[in-house]
């Protein structure tokens, strides 16, 4: 395990709650201590709302010492990411166009972490429209690194301890790919699993809301009240798993090891000696450990997801954008990255022919993975090609986020492997709709290697 040595365990504190040796108000000014004490250098945070913080926390203290606590999450100090709507704190987006905007509304996922106790300490630091290129974040565990984008601050403030988890979110890879740099546990869930009601829009079609933590306990408690308070985005069935407990460990019958072409291009030495060593352990333990390149079909259809398809689903993203960004760039063209405009100009060049084509080509896509996957519990790959590039100019390569996130699969980010002296993700992607059998093959992984 390489998990950050400075991330909390709310869950352990909670049972300290529980008993009477420690108390919600106790634990947030730790919280606002590390976050005074680190926040300088680490810049997590773009807005702070501690005074209604501490008056959250004083209610949940009550509510503790009363027996009554709201849910697992009740006292539970957590980051927002800043393009989720909060009604007591500017939602800033992470461009200027949306400086100073306050919503009257809090996001349906911030209301249903609130409603079960959750104390929202701040807004967390994103890229532009969580689609930029970088930001002012730094990696807690070494301030010369990126912490990853876009769910950069989230990711940064579990790593420092200022909070036991955040929320982010995925279109690629900015949930799982900052947890993987910043030694925590990341979680993608199944497409549409948890509501993205109230949070700024990418693109519908890859657009995930994620989270963040310092346990894998934690993590599945947040996702969890979401899905419990506030469900899934309309029409979906939600979050499978869901509940007030972590589900129980499970070993893996078999797993399905993904190196891609990025594993001689991208991804340093050490980082696949740690993979290699963490394949070997599971073998150890019983685990079936396959290379895709020793199954026929799942090595055709892999080959097919990183050939043109990849590029390709880039088209759906592209005009899912038109709307609101083609309105930003007629108003304020001058604050739009390169990065989005460029994306707007290749919307301008397609048709709902063209992009009825790219949606047929995604279902048959997913129909394919199902049918590859079907004789594995999940596929084992990277959270990303190594450990948090050195420099802020980037926030590292999505290569090894865009199958999970494509194909509407859930995935984890587990701080299981290690390079240069920072940790990288290990990635259990699983069946779509299967969150939670995926959480307890997780489980048993992080327990087994610890």
Not at 399 to 419: D, K, R, V
Request: glycine share 10%; hydrophobic share 40%; charged share 20%.
């Amino acid at each position: 395990m390489h998990r950050s040595p400075h991330a909390l365990d709310f869950f352990k504190a909670r049972e300290q709650f529980l008993a009477g040796a420690d108390t919600p108000s106790d634990y947030l000014e730790r919280c606002i201590a590390t976050i005074e004490s680190r926040d300088r250098d680490v810049h997590a945070f773009v807005t702070l709302g501690l005074e209604n913080a501490r008056r959250a926390a004083d209610l949940a203290t009550s509510r503790y010492r009363a027996g009554t606590p709201l849910s697992p999450v009740d006292g539970m100090p957590i980051g927002v990411k800043d393009i989720m709507d909060t009604a007591d704190l500017p939602t800033q987006m992470g461009n200027p166009i949306y400086k100073g905007w306050r919503p009257r509304w809090d996001a349906a996922c911030v209301h249903a972490l609130r409603s079960g106790g959750a104390i929202v300490v701040g807004k967390t630091v994103t890229t532009a429209f969580a689609g930029g290129a970088t930001n002012e974040t730094r990696n807690p565990l070494d301030v010369t690194r990126t912490p990853g984008g876009s769910s950069s601050g989230s990711a940064a403030a579990v790593g420092a301890g200022m909070v036991p988890a955040a929320l982010g979110t995925q279109t690629q890879g900015s949930t799982l790919r900052p947890a993987g740099f910043c030694g925590a546990f990341g979680f993608k869930p199944t497409h549409a699993a948890l509501t993205m009601q109230g949070i700024h829009p990418i693109t519908v079609t890859h657009d995930h809301l994620g989270v963040i933590a310092g346990s894998l306990e934690d993590l599945w408690s947040v996702a969890s009240r979401v899905a419990m308070a506030s469900g899934g985005t309309p029409g979906s069935a939600g979050l499978h798993g869901a509940g007030e407990t972590l589900p129980p460990p499970r070993r893996p019958r078999k797993l399905v090891v993904m190196h891609t072409e990025a594993w001689n291009t991208e991804v340093d030495e050490r980082t696949r000696a740690s993979f290699d060593t963490l394949c070997s352990a599971l073998r150890s333990r019983g685990v079936e450990v396959i290379s895709s390149r020793d199954d026929a079909n799942f090595a055709s259809f892999e080959d097919a997801f990183f050939g043109p398809f990849a590029e390709r689903s880039v088209d759906i993203s592209a005009y899912e954008m038109k709307w609101p960004y083609e309105q930003y760039l007629a108003t304020h063209p001058d604050l739009l990255e390169a990065r989005q405009k460029q994306r707007l100009a290749r919307a301008a060049e397609m048709t709902p022919a063209i992009y009825a084509e790219r949606l047929a080509e995604k279902a048959a896509m997913k129909e394919r993975a199902k049918q590859a996957m079907a004789d594995a519990d999940a596929i084992l790959t990277l959270s990303s090609s190594g450990p948090a590039p050195v420099g802020h100019a980037n926030t590292g390569s999505r290569t090894y986020l865009l199958f999970a996130s494509f194909l509407h699969l859930p995935a984890f980010s587990l701080p299981l492997l290690e390079s240069q002296g920072m940790p990288v993700g290990a990635q259990l992607i699983g069946h779509a709709g299967r969150d939670g059998d995926l959480c307890s093959a997780a489980r048993w992984i992080a327990e087994a290697m610890s």
